[in-house]
C-alpha cells in the first residue's frame, strides 16, 4: 500500500492570497490526481498530476487558477490561487499504483477556509 | 455525462439490522463501480470494487446494469460500521477519473 502525507492539513487564508498544498507518496506510483470536496457537496476531480509535463485538468478547472506540479513519481503540488471564500473546501491528493491490487489511495485532506 | 447518485444522506439503523446503501448511476458505456468508506478521522479508503466480488468486513455489492445501481448491503450492522460511505464510478479501466456520489452517513446505534 501506499502512505500519502498530505500538508498543510488546515488554514485559514486571506481573500487574494495564494495557498500552496503538498502531497508526498512514501512509494512510487503512477498517476496522481487532486480531489476537491466543497461543503456538502461530493469529491470533484480538478486535475490528473502528469510527471514531468503540465496537469491535465477537468471541464471547469484552470491551471491559471489551480497551478498543479509534479516533479517526480513520489511528489505533486497543488495551488489555489488568488482565493475567494468559494475556494473554502478540503483538498485531497490520491494516487495509484500498478499491479495485482490496483488501488487508488487518499491523503488525509487540506481544509481550506478563505476569509 | 457520468453521474452518480446516493438518495440518502443519512441512514440510521440498530445493530444487528441488515443495512442497503443505495447507489444509482447514469453512464451510457460499462462502469467501474466502487465503494469508499471514511471512518471518522481518517482518510478516504476503499471498500469494494464490483470487478473483484469481494466481501469485505461483511459488506457485499452487486452491479445491476438493468436498474444501474451497486448497492452496498450488509446482512448485520455493527457499530463500527458507522461512517461515511461515498458510491464512485469510473468510465474506463482502473481508477482513472473517479466520479463521486454526494456521500451516505450509516450511523449503527446500539
Known amino acids: 500500500s501506499a502512505v500519502i502525507s498530505q500538508k498543510p492539513s488546515r488554514d485559514i487564508c486571506q481573500r487574494g492570497t495564494s495557498l500552496t498544498i503538498q502531497c508526498q507518496v512514501d512509494?512510487?506510483?503512477?498517476?496522481m490526481f487532486w480531489y476537491r470536496q466543497q461543503p456538502g457537496q461530493s469529491l470533484t476531480l480538478i486535475a490528473t498530476?502528469?510527471?514531468?509535463?503540465?496537469?491535465?485538468?477537468e471541464s471547469g478547472f484552470v491551471i491559471d487558477k489551480f497551478p498543479i506540479s509534479r516533479p517526480n513519481l513520489t511528489f505533486s503540488t497543488l495551488t489555489v490561487s488568488n482565493m475567494s471564500p468559494e475556494d473554502s473546501s478540503i483538498y485531497l491528493c490520491?494516487?495509484?499504483?500498478?499491479?495485482?491490487?490496483?488501488?487508488?489511495?487518499f491523503g488525509s485532506g487540506t481544509q481550506l477556509s478563505v476569509l | 455525462a457520468q453521474r452518480v447518485t446516493q438518495p440518502e444522506k443519512l441512514l440510521s439503523v440498530f445493530k444487528g439490522a441488515p443495512v442497503e446503501l443505495k447507489c444509482n448511476y447514469s453512464?451510457?458505456?460499462?462502469?467501474?463501480l466502487f465503494w469508499y468508506v471514511q471512518y471518522s478521522r481518517q482518510r478516504l479508503q476503499l471498500l469494494l470494487r464490483?470487478?473483484s466480488r469481494e466481501s469485505i468486513k461483511g459488506f457485499t455489492a452487486d452491479l445491476n446494469k438493468g436498474e444501474t445501481s451497486f448497492h452496498l448491503k450488509k446482512p448485520f450492522a455493527q457499530e463500527e460500521d458507522s461512517a461515511m460511505y461515498y458510491c464512485?464510478?469510473?468510465?474506463?479501466?482502473?481508477?482513472?477519473?473517479?466520479?463521486f456520489g454526494t456521500g451516505t452517513r450509516l450511523l449503527v446505534s446500539p
Open positions: 490520491s494516487a495509484t499504483n500498478s499491479g495485482s491490487r490496483e488501488k487508488l489511495f
Open positions: 498530476a502528469n510527471q514531468g509535463s503540465e496537469a491535465t485538468y
Open positions: 464490483h470487478i
Open positions: 453512464y451510457s458505456g460499462s462502469p467501474e
Open positions: 512509494s512510487q506510483v503512477t498517476m
Open positions: 464512485a464510478l469510473s468510465a474506463s479501466t482502473g481508477f482513472q477519473k473517479l466520479v
